[in-house]
């Protein structure tokens, strides 16, 4: 089975765009720059995986041609807030199975002209009758939270804080000045005890990766570039009522594949591009992975060891707290920061001697379960 | 003029009888919510239908004071622990906080085209369980 490379990363800022910047231009602008860094032609590419939720139908199609790669096998994938990681897995499994040498994986969203008030789940599901918006979800864990382990408010709050920190060397972030804790704390409430600075924000933009197999690499005349060392997903379970709140079983499972197919395990991570669209799920997730001890990510956050220079680097993008969260995009902009750590081109963010870097995405919920999808996707140099 | 009646939103999630619907599956014979063909659990068609108990406790809450337009803010929703196993989501009426009790109530949420009522559960914070 091939090894799975990355030959080349790209972006567009992400934020919010005006009506005639469309998701096909932003896609078409994210994946030029990919290409371009893979000095790849478009005619050595095979085969387009596309992510995003809100682009309507066959929106990878419209994006192809646009790049004059129609023809070429296309495939969209839906998977929420896990669509881009999803793509990157699928492309991922096509290159192992030796079907692809060279392919281009794009995640795209444009949200900021169709969603308002906050994203919810499918009108079918039990939850969205009940008026689950995302951030009441992550609300009622941020309260559990702090019932069982006596977190403070403000060391949830650290997250933004720190990821805005972050985001100020990221030209591609959606927000680039630093947040106060005070500006977090006093922002008007959104769903208790979360405020707006406690949420990702409604954004646009898009991103891409050309990933290649070794034959690839070599087509392409790149001497070495970062691997993937393996690509989890997982779905979510049942829940009990003898179950914690926070247990995050979903984020344990999808660990556990991801350290089974990769060799690797947690104490071999050095920088960590986390899918924390509301403050708390950063923390509760960093513990469900088992990279942190469960019960201890506030004080971890508070004391910096997630920071820039801290034990374990979390979101030096900025995370989707500052980078921004244009769904569908998210799962490939994580790809590329990773592939920037770890080709020494992330500028005043980045992580000295950075090898290993782990992406988690969880997307959507299904009432009654612990989540929709989970992906846990590792990087090497 | 025609009667106005009563009906249950979604009739696999609650009756006007018996609140809120689920299965016990008799292969693995844990409970589920809500009414469904399959065991959630274990994929069993081997389930009975049966009602959830009356009262459960509140595992975590919050009050959403920012919702997409057709919502009415502010809102509080709670999760909810039953003794069958079961822990469900919903809005709640009260001073809810962790380890609450609550009863399950059914009340009028929306009118259909024909101008039916149609019901729906919430939580109601209660003092302490009934025996």
Known sequence: MSETFIAGAGMVRFGKYPADITLENLAVRA????????????????????????????????????????????????????????????????????????????????????????????????????????????????????????????????????????SVHNPYAQYQRPISLNEVLDARIIAEPLGLLDCSPISDGAAAV????????????????????????????????????????????AAEQAWNISGYGPKDIDLVEMHDCFTIAEIVRLEGLGLIPVGEGGVWTENGNTSLGGKLPVNTSGGLLS????????????????????????GARQVEEARLGLAYCKGGTVSGTDGGSVTVLMVER | MTQIEKTPLRDDVISLEDGLLGIVCTACRRHSFPQRLLCLHCGSDQVENVSLPEQGRVCSWTVVRQAPEHLKTPYTLVTVDFEDGNRVLGAAEGNVRIGSPVTVELYPKTVDESGNSQWWYRFREVEEFNE
């Open chain 1, 31 to 166: 994946a030029r720059e990919a290409i371009a860094d893979s000095s790849a032609a478009p005619a050595d590419i095979e085969a387009v995986y596309m992510g995003h939720v809100f682009g309507g139908p066959v929106a990878g199609q419209r994006v192809a041609v646009q790049l004059g790669l129609g023809g070429l096998p296309v495939s969209n994938h839906e998977n929420y807030c896990a669509s881009g990681a999803t793509a990157i897995r699928e492309a991922w499994i096509a290159i192992k199975a030796g079907l692809y040498d060279i392919v281009l994986v794009i995640g795209a969203e444009k949200m900021t002209d169709r969603v308002a008030g906050g994203v919810m789940p499918d009108p079918a599901d039990l939850d969205a009758i009940n008026g689950l918006v995302m951030a009441a979800n992550h609300g009622m864990s941020a309260r559990r939270y702090m019932h069982d382990h006596g977190a403070t408010r403000e060391q949830i709050a650290a997250v933004a804080v720190k990821n805005h920190a972050h």
């Open chain 1, 210 to 253: 050309i990933l290649c197999s070794k034959a690839g690499l070599a087509k392409l005349k790149i001497g070495s570039a970062p691997r993937i060392a393996g690509c989890a997903l997982v779905s979510g379970k049942v829940v009990s009522s003898t179950s914690g709140l926070n247990d995050e079983d979903v984020s344990r499972r």
């Open chain 1, 323 to 346: 980078r921004g969260h244009p769904v569908g995009a998210t799962g490939v902009a994580q790809i590329c920061e990773l592939t920037w750590q770890l080709t020494d081109r992330a």
